[in-house]
């Protein structure tokens, strides 16, 4: 069965409007969308809503169906130990490809655990769920997955939780762990030492049902953005943006938002780009002034190492060339 159909869009380029439509792949299902999104060497990962965990070689065209598990996976990671995906719900599961079947890592202490999102660095994972107990539930691999163990001690308010929106709530870099979180209170957690040493700070979203924090990005040790508001208002400009310049410490809402809640911030090379049910939009200054670049449903991205962003939206991969924001960037300078 031919899973995906294949087109073009060629439009012009506009610098007044920025308009450019993406490169689509069409999963030929309209109940298909992913939020699972990471590009590695040439190759692009997705996991979708339905379960299957695809690879696609934008060099060839060729696509392969890695897996048809269900439930929905939210968060795939590659690097050079393979690839991990994960899965959500009440009893969430992390799973490893390699050349033979898809292989089922081990439970964390063989927890119902609903997960939120992973990250891998070498050989380690580091994968948080919502709390359990009132507890979020950390668990650090070693071994790429096959072997866990648990983080005690990281307190949640009640009513504190994490969202699955875009796989982007967790992250590694250099010897620290990130993650952050929502809802009743929405904090910023950090491991120094790969973990052995966590401290919490406050991220002034908006308190309540559906709020907080859905995505976040560390330019470097000092400079963060933090990304969400509520998918309830999409269309909420207010307290859905904030940076941080100093590890996270303190925040600062930014001066010109996004055009609305947003599920997914990244940065590339000076850029930082977010998107959400209403738009994507990209930002120069670390994320306190944003531009708007193109309207449309998107849940997660990446960029490749040959420069593309690609791009997920309700049952398509979209692939964005970033030459209409270096433009931009060079006009603006």
């Not at 308009?19 to 997705?46: I, S, W």
């Not at 795939?76 to 292989?103: R, Y």
């Not at 933090?226 to 207010?238: C, H, K, T």
């Not at 930002?283 to 791009?311: C, P, R, Y």
Request: charged share 20%; hydrophobic share 40%.
């Amino acid at each position: 069965m031919k899973l995906l159909l294949v087109f073009l869009v060629l439009v012009g380029w506009s610098s007044m409007s920025m308009a450019q439509e993406p490169f689509l792949l069409d999963t030929l299902n309209p109940l298909a969308h992913a939020r699972a999104l990471r590009c590695a060497k040439g190759m692009v990962y997705l996991g979708d809503n339905l379960g299957r965990c695809f690879s696609y070689n934008s060099f060839t065209g060729e696509l392969k169906v890695l897996n048809l598990q269900n439930p929905e996976i939210r968060d795939v990671e590659v690097n050079q130990c393979g690839i991990l995906w994960m899965q959500t719900g009440d009893t969430g599961k992390v799973f490893h490809h390699a050349k033979s079947d898809p292989v089922l890592f081990p439970k964390p202490e063989g927890k119902s655990v609903f997960f939120d999102g992973f990250a891998v660095k070498d050989s380690l994972v580091f994968i948080m769920g919502d709390p359990v107990n009132g507890e979020f539930q950390v668990y650090l691999s070693y071994n790429f997955g096959r072997q866990w163990i648990p983080v005690k001690g990281l307190k949640a308010f009640e009513g504190e939780a994490a969202y699955a929106a875009s796989g982007t709530t967790v992250q590694i870099q250099d010897k620290t762990l990130y993650f952050v979180t929502g809802g009743t209170h929405s904090r910023i957690f950090i491991g120094k030492k790969w973990g052995k040493r966590w401290k919490s700070y406050n991220i002034p979203f908006a308190s309540g049902e559906g709020e907080g924090a859905y995505s976040f990005c560390a330019i470097d040790r000092k400079h963060f953005v933090a990304v969400g508001g509520n998918y309830q208002f999409p269309e909420r400009r207010s307290r859905i943006c904030f940076t941080s310049s100093n590890g996270g410490k303190t925040w600062k809402e930014s001066t010109v938002p996004p055009m609305g809640y947003r599920s997914c911030v990244i940065h590339f090379q000076g850029v930082t780009f977010a998107c959400g049910t209403n738009g994507l939009d990209f930002s120069t200054d670390g994320g306190q002034h944003w531009t708007a670049w193109k309207q449309g449903n998107f849940l997660a991205m990446d960029v490749s190492e040959n420069e593309q962003l690609w791009i997920t939206l309700n049952r398509n991969l979209g692939l964005l060339q970033l030459e209409p924001v270096r433009m931009a960037v060079l006009i603006k300078n």
